[in-house]
């Protein structure tokens, strides 16, 4: 056998192999409850109703769109609606958010407004199954215990909801204890414009061979990012799409062929629905 076919025969295995890791849910699942709404990022918020706060969560309701939101867990296990580790951003105060017990973070307020930072229990009674949810499960050293602490609530939910994470162990998770709620890998180019860590493990998360983990249902994509090569491989498999963040009308209507799901901030669409 020549050097060269041993190269070849060599190349096309590894290649199978990253197909076979960054490969999605094997079966694509009906999303089509899920599909049916664009979703508002953090809530309908605007310079009055702070993002991930309950005059934002009421806003979406009443517009009648999905909402996408973020779940952190406390040092005292409380869930929590937050979008950041840290609290600087929105309250003013340089302090890791999983350090905070509940007590702790309702003495803090969202950007300068009345406005506290609220849990999960709240956003659930404000949406009341209205509209579906796209709930991120922030990456935390504590993955297995916000997982099971949010499985046990949502238990309680009667309403439409899925999970998404940037962190494969908590897609994982779900595909272990709880196969049937729809799953999506959040993910980014290997190029991005957004303020993420240019790291080796940025890198390597962004190639998706952690798929093999969590096989997830769907992915959510920067939208920016949308052409980089490992998205583009994606793109061979049967799997459901969403697309984050989207900021204008135009950008949502020249997405709209590719992506199922479109989240979307800062402008009111003309559509309640795809």
Not at 36 to 44: E, K, N, Q
Not at 75 to 81: F, G, I
Not at 266 to 272: A, D, L, Q, S, T
């Given at each position: 056998m020549s050097v060269w076919l041993i190269l070849l025969l060599t190349a096309v295995g590894l290649f199978l192999i990253y197909l076979f890791l960054i490969a999605p849910r094997f079966g694509k699942r009906d999303m089509s409850t899920m599909t049916?709404?664009?979703?508002?990022?953090?809530?309908?918020w605007d310079g009055e109703r702070p993002e991930n706060s309950l005059p934002a969560f009421r806003a979406a309701v009443e517009g009648g769109y999905g909402i996408e939101t973020d779940v952190h867990i406390t040092?005292?296990?409380?869930?929590?609606?937050f979008h950041d580790d840290s609290l600087k951003r929105m309250c003013g105060v340089d302090r890791p958010i999983s350090e905070c017990t509940l007590e702790e973070l309702r003495t803090y307020r969202l950007l300068g407004t009345k406005c506290l930072i609220p849990t999960l229990d709240e956003?659930?009674?404000?949406?009341?199954?209205k509209v579906p949810l796209?709930?991120?499960?922030?990456?935390?050293?504590r993955i297995p215990e916000l997982c099971e602490k949010l499985n046990e609530r949502l238990n309680a939910y009667s309403g439409a909801y899925m999970i998404e994470s940037f962190d494969p162990r908590a897609v994982?998770?779900?595909r272990k204890n709880r196969p049937d709620i729809l799953r999506g890998q959040l993910t980014f180019g290997l190029v991005s414009p957004s303020k993420l860590p240019k790291t080796p493990l940025y890198r390597f998360l962004a190639s998706q061979i952690m798929n093999v983990l969590g096989r997830p249902d769907f992915i959510a994509a920067e939208a920016a990012t949308a052409h980089s090569l490992p998205l583009r491989l994606l793109r061979l498999f049967p799997a459901h799409w969403a697309a984050w963040t989207v900021r204008t009308q135009a950008e949502m209507d020249r997405l709209r062929n590719r992506y199922g799901i479109q989240i979307f901030e800062?402008?009111?669409?003309?559509?309640?629905h795809p």
């Open positions: 049916a709404h664009w979703y508002a990022h953090r809530g309908l040092r005292d296990d409380r869930l929590v609606l956003f659930l009674e404000v949406v009341d199954g796209l709930i991120e499960i922030k990456s935390d050293k994982r998770w779900y800062r402008f009111i669409p003309k559509e309640k």
